[in-house]
């Protein structure tokens, strides 16, 4: 019984040592996921019609046919441009804000 008393503190203070803290891994989640933004875009002047919606980190969207306006749901941390071409080259405009903006355009490019 003495030994139990002497091998079980130690064993659990290596157990303990070699455990990260939860509170560290929940932060890294938080911060991995803290740049995002949630946008969507459609075929009519004023985000009419079917609305084709994404959620984002970061890259280059193209559309399947001409679209006319974004909308822009949540926005953390991102900057969000419409190009007129289908591989975000061309000439581009920066969407500011969240809501809808009217723009004609071939992709989107997110970065965050």
């Not at 969507?40 to 280059?60: I, K, L, N, R, W």
């Not at 679209?67 to 405009?93: F, T």
């Not at 723009?103 to 997110?110: D, H, P, W």
Request: aromatic share 8%; net charge neutral.
């Amino acid at each position: 019984m003495r030994i139990l008393h002497l091998v079980l503190p130690s064993m659990l203070s290596i157990l303990a040592a070699g455990a990260p803290a939860p509170e560290a891994n929940a932060e890294a989640n938080i911060e991995s996921r803290a740049n995002h933004v949630r946008f969507g875009y459609s075929g009519g002047d004023t985000c009419t019609g079917p609305v084709y919606q994404f959620d984002s980190t970061g890259g280059c969207y193209p559309v399947s046919s001409p679209a006319r306006s974004i909308y822009v749901y949540e926005n953390v941390g991102c900057q969000i441009s419409s190009w007129s071409g289908l591989n975000c080259r061309g000439s581009s405009k920066v969407i500011s804000g969240t809501g809808c903006t009217s723009v004609l355009f071939g992709s989107i490019k997110v970065q965050c």
